[in-house]
């Protein structure tokens, strides 16, 4: 049977515009980064208050603006370099041209790290306790975004058979598998609840384990999700049939898994007032 005549779910008439309030719009993708940064915010408040303490909220409440820079800047020349380094540099006046789309993960991550270095050297903050703080809160940021990727009808999956395959409008008329709510559920919910267990059982005593076991963990939340994702046409498959999300998990995976076979239980005492 033709994957076009398959009984499949049509995809709901979802305005791209969530807001509108006069001539300002607020789009699914621009509210899910300021949900979500401010619910990690909080979050972040409420995991730092925990022993062992080594941040003041002052600390935290610095370092959201430096986490918002590290992720749009980082983001945006993440899918300049990772994508489509051809395209812009014969159009770099489109770089900054955000408002039209084209943010990446890996890049958005390797600018939170830089910022998450530069600023605690200057506040002269523990860096990998620092850090473990800091993961147990970016699947919040995650699972939102690849909601509003569902919410936007982008970024869709194969073409499939299943019965909740999903007919999206810029697609094509085949049914695909619905992948930014199976990386929602992974990347999100279920690496959140795996972070956050770690955090219970008390592994934030072996400063960097959490920040390797969201580097790997997301690694391979990312790698198994793009099996059921489209690739971006202007990419394709590359290596070994392999996607470019799947290429960029693999150092997350190395580093993570590093991050955690060299963390050692460690006292730590409080290195900042509350």
Known sequence: MSLSVL????????????????????????LAYIVGIVLGWRYMLAL??????????????????????????????????????GYYLTNPTEILQVWQGGMAFHGGALGVIVALILFARRRKLPLLPFGDLLV?????????????????GELWGRA?????????????PEPRHPSQLYQACLEGLLLFIVLRLLETKGFRDRPGFLSGAFLAGYGIARSVGELFRQPDAFLGFLIAGATMGQLLSVPMILVGVWLMVRAKPQTMAAARPA
């Open 48 to 85: 730092s208050r925990r022993a062992p303490k080594i941040v003041s909220r002052v600390d935290i409440d610095d370092f959201l603006t430096w986490a918002t820079l590290g992720v749009i800047l980082g983001g945006r020349l993440g899918y300049v370099i990772f994508y489509k380094p």
């Open 136 to 152: 147990g809160v970016v699947p919040i940021g995650l699972g939102l975004g690849r909601i509003a990727n569902f919410l936007n």
């Open 7 to 30: 009984p499949a779910l049509m995809f709901p008439a979802i305005d791209p515009v969530a807001i509108a309030i006069g001539p300002l719009a607020i789009r699914w993708y621009a």
């Open 160 to 172: 499939t058979d299943v019965s909740w395959g999903v007919i999206f409008p810029s697609g094509g």
